[in-house]
């Protein structure tokens, strides 16, 4: 039945299974490229073996102007091996906090690729006794947008 239909397709409109064909699929999960999170923060990465580098550009922000100026920051890291590698990456923000995700690139049933992350904030603190404030955790998921072209990352 699925041959039929796509034979019907085919037909129907040349220039899609033209386009289908060129399309190749993703059998290898890769962390090179742009992605985008949940909340609409954009991550730029390129790998290199097993390190990541690149820049991250923020769309939330605990307090108005914590992550600098233009809300951006680089990002270093490193990746797995393996078709649904294990990654981890870390921001430094403008004014001292850090961020760090960690999780696993995997991929989808359609073709696509996702990042499931857990990440955690470490915000300054103005004494040992705000310590206890000073750490958020949560989940972010990072959905692959495409391929940054003519661009590293760094």
């Given at each position: 039945?699925?041959?039929?239909?796509?034979?019907?397709?085919?037909?129907?409109?040349?220039?899609?299974?033209?386009?289908?064909e060129q399309e190749p699929k993703v059998t290898r999960?890769?962390?090179?490229?742009?992605?985008?999170?949940?909340?609409?923060?954009?991550?730029?990465?390129?790998s290199t073996g097993p390190e990541v580098r690149g820049i991250y550009h923020t769309a939330v922000e605990t307090a108005l102007g914590a992550s600098g100026h233009n809300r951006e920051s680089k990002v270093v890291g490193v990746v797995g091996d393996g078709l649904q590698p294990a990654?981890?990456?870390?921001?430094?923000?403008?004014?001292g906090s850090c961020s760090s995700w960690v999780g696993q690139c995997f991929l989808l049933p359609g073709g696509g690729q996702v990042l499931k992350t857990l990440w955690m904030l470490r915000s300054v603190a103005e004494s040992s006794l705000d310590n206890w404030e000073s750490t958020r955790l949560g989940e972010d998921q990072f959905i692959f947008v495409g391929h940054m072209e003519g661009r590293d990352g760094h």
């Open positions: 039945m699925v041959c039929v239909v796509s034979r019907v397709m085919a037909s129907m409109f040349p220039s899609a299974q033209l386009f289908a999960c890769n962390v090179t490229g742009q992605w985008r999170s949940e909340q609409g923060s954009m991550l730029q990465l390129t990654v981890a990456f870390s921001v430094l923000w403008a004014k």
